[in-house]
């Protein structure tokens, strides 16, 4: 069996589990801490130390794979979501590195959901361009081309009615600005025909905590391109990134 450790770093909390990553099942209990206050590099890597001992501890050549909220390149931090501006600029990578005593894999907490649908998900077995988006307090997306992630998208950047889309159509402006369904997905909407546009998609999956209530929003968008719920919402960190560090 083949295994791999994956931890997801997120504004609240810090979850972790060794995954097996040929079937995509967790081999040991998912473990979750708190983010500590501030979300400091030093002590989210202290958090991620203690929790790596509560799931009990590393074995030599099990890969490690860590996601967090922020734009990765080349295993530094290029912004900071819910967490501290402490880490935008940052060598991230090898600072993890230097604390587990190993190499690991690190990516963007949105790339790590993608590729967790793709390999184990509602995208498995899908060719061509899969776009998938969480909508939560922004929008995150990745974009994966026949099994290969192609990191770092920012799609919810993309310009919506003159501003970023995410403050737009994200979960939290739904939230923010008490939305119905109905409201909420001709945004939606709109978002979706743009990126359809730009991409062409061969699928959209839709993640974060809202694509549970899928049947309230999806089946209202009039798209050419098939749309999907995400099927490992709260996993899907643990599973892509794990994932990713093994491949």
Not at 171 to 186: C, I, M, P, Q, V
Not at 230 to 247: E, M, Q, T, Y
Request: glycine share 12%.
């Amino acid at each position: 069996m083949a295994q791999a450790l994956g931890i997801d770093i997120g504004g609240t909390g810090i979850k972790g589990a060794v995954v097996d990553t040929v079937t995509g099942e967790l081999v040991t209990d998912r473990v979750k801490l708190p983010t500590p206050e501030g979300g400091s590099p030093d002590d989210i890597v202290t958090t991620v130390v203690a929790l790596i001992k509560k799931i009990g501890g590393l074995d030599d050549g099990v890969p490690v794979g860590v996601c967090f909220p922020a734009i990765v390149r080349n295993g530094r931090t290029m912004s900071a979501a819910n967490v501290s501006k402490k880490w935008i600029g940052l060598e991230a990578e090898a600072l993890f590195e230097k604390a587990l005593g190993r190499d690991i894999h690190f990516v963007n907490d949105a790339d790590a959901a993608g590729y967790a649908e793709v390999r184990y998900g509602a995208a498995k077995d899908v060719s061509g361009l899969v776009l998938l988006t969480t909508l939560g307090t922004g929008i995150g997306s990745a974009l994966i081309y026949n099994g290969v992630l192609v990191p770092n998208s920012e799609l919810g950047h993309l310009e919506l009615d003159g501003k970023d889309a995410e403050t737009r159509a994200s979960y939290a402006a739904k939230e923010r600005e008490n939305l119905d369904w109905k409201h909420w997905t001709k945004r939606l909407q709109k978002y979706y025909t743009h990126l359809e546009l730009l991409f062409s998609p061969d699928l959209f999956v839709v993640g974060g905590g809202v694509s549970k209530n899928y049947e309230e929003f999806l089946p209202l968008l009039d798209l050419q391109t098939k749309i999907v719920p995400a099927v490992h919402r709260n996993n899907a960190g643990i599973l892509g990134s794990a994932a990713l560090a093994a491949d």
